[in-house]
């Protein structure tokens, strides 16, 4: 397989390739986010390669209506039940099923596909996606707690089923694409590109005044809400820094994080004999799901063309923990394993919620997170049972932390 060999950190168990010269069953977890609706578009402009099975959204029932009718969807599922009578009238006389509520989430993610597009933001995207890995699909994977979260159990399973998993990131696409897994002790080092952000160059005590609507405009990427909170504060590069862990064969010392405001260079791989592969493209995330969607083939995607000449100077530096701690607090979570990594995700949570309402002001983000690390001690983390308990803790006890900022 050319993800990952088996001895490694099993990307994927051995798979025959699909090619899409046969129509690939698909369905997409979250079509209505950032990420789903790009991938809906993708597949709009080569409907004859696709035949869509699922399509969920969490409330988002107009939208969810639209595009099912749109791809001839077989299914739709909002995740929130007082959503469910939209849905349904939206779909009337259409023949498209229907369903709302988490159970039927997670129904919709188990059923038998080639590819599935796991798009859910945040640790609520962990169960369905789980279920997808479990019917032993292609899944790319956007949301990027699963792996945080849950590592270890992710790849058990997908070992178990037999499943492949594709990153979607831009970085964790990019270093999947020059990566060799069939020599990873040719591998020196991973190399994730950051973009610093919207306040790169601002000093901690011009960041204390950060509006919502400043974190929220990032300079190169067009994302949600939480993610581009994420990239204010950097610690999506920390949660990113996690799952590059689980994903690649290569130690915690092995992975780096460099500025890279330009956001072209996606990340680069280093190899023992002072090679250094880098995969590049305009800032579109329209060319990761085009390359997952496609795999292993290559699928045309209408992203701009990068013009170096007209870009003249890509420029680099090193990221600063000192003003953005998220990027420590993250590598000390990997460090400490068990469910810490569970700890923090649901904290930063709860802490870019809080900012996003007004409740807690910019640099409150990281120190929440931190807080509530120090409350909760660190346990193992064996099963799912486990993982959810220590995700509930978390976010109780980071309430408790805001509350207290107030």
């Known amino acids: 397989m050319v993800i990952a060999p088996a001895s490694s950190s099993a990307l994927t168990a051995d798979l025959a390739p699909t090619s899409v010269a046969a129509p690939r069953r698909v369905s997409i977890l979250g079509s209505t986010g950032s990420v789903g609706c790009n991938t809906v578009e993708l597949i709009e402009r080569q409907p004859e390669a696709f035949i869509v099975d699922s399509l969920t959204a969490n409330r988002n029932a107009a939208l969810l209506a639209e595009q099912a009718r749109r791809l001839g969807a077989r299914r ?235 870009l003249g100077q890509l420029t680099f530096e090193a990221p600063d923990s000192e003003r953005f701690p998220a990027l420590r607090l993250a590598r000390e979570a990997l460090k400490s394993g068990g469910t810490t990594p569970t700890i923090l995700n649901a904290a930063n949570e709860v802490a870019v919620q809080g900012f996003l309402d007004g409740r807690i002001g910019f640099l409150d983000i990281a120190h929440l997170a931190e807080e509530t690390l120090s409350r909760l001690a660190p346990a193992p983390l064996d099963n799912l049972e486990d993982l959810l308990a220590a995700d509930d803790a978390a976010r109780r006890e980071a309430e408790r932390a805001l509350t207290s900022l107030r």
């Open 76 to 310: 739709a599922v909002v995740a929130d039940e007082s959503a469910y009578l939209a849905l349904k009238d939206a779909l009337s006389g259409t023949g498209i099923e229907a369903a709302a509520g988490p159970a039927a989430l997670v129904e919709a993610a188990a059923s038998p596909v080639d590819w599935m597009m796991a798009a859910i933001v945040g640790a609520a995207g962990l169960e369905p996606t789980l279920a997808a890995v479990r019917q032993g699909a292609i899944v790319a994977f956007a949301n990027k707690e699963c792996l945080v979260c849950a590592g270890e159990l992710m790849l058990r399973e997908v070992r178990a089923s037999g499943a492949t998993l594709l990153p979607v990131d831009s970085e964790h696409n990019a270093i999947f694409q020059v990566f060799d897994s069939t020599r990873p002790a040719s591998v020196e080092r991973i190399i994730l590109t950051a973009s610093g952000g919207p306040f790169r160059t601002l000093s901690r005590k011009e960041m204390a005044g950060v509006t919502r609507e400043q974190a929220l405009a990032h300079p190169n990427w067009s994302m949600g809400m939480k993610i581009s909170i994420d990239s204010a504060t950097m610690m999506n590069k920390g949660l990113e820094l996690i799952e590059a862990y689980h994903l690649f064969p290569v130690t915690e010392a092995q992975i780096d994080i460099l500025i890279h405001p330009q956001s072209v260079v996606h990340s680069l791989v280093a190899y023992i004999d002072g090679s250094v592969l880098a995969q590049l493209g305009t800032p579109d995330m329209r060319t990761p799901i085009a390359y997952a969607l496609g795999w292993p083939e290559r699928l045309a995607a209408p992203a701009p063309r990068l013009d170096l000449a007209a």
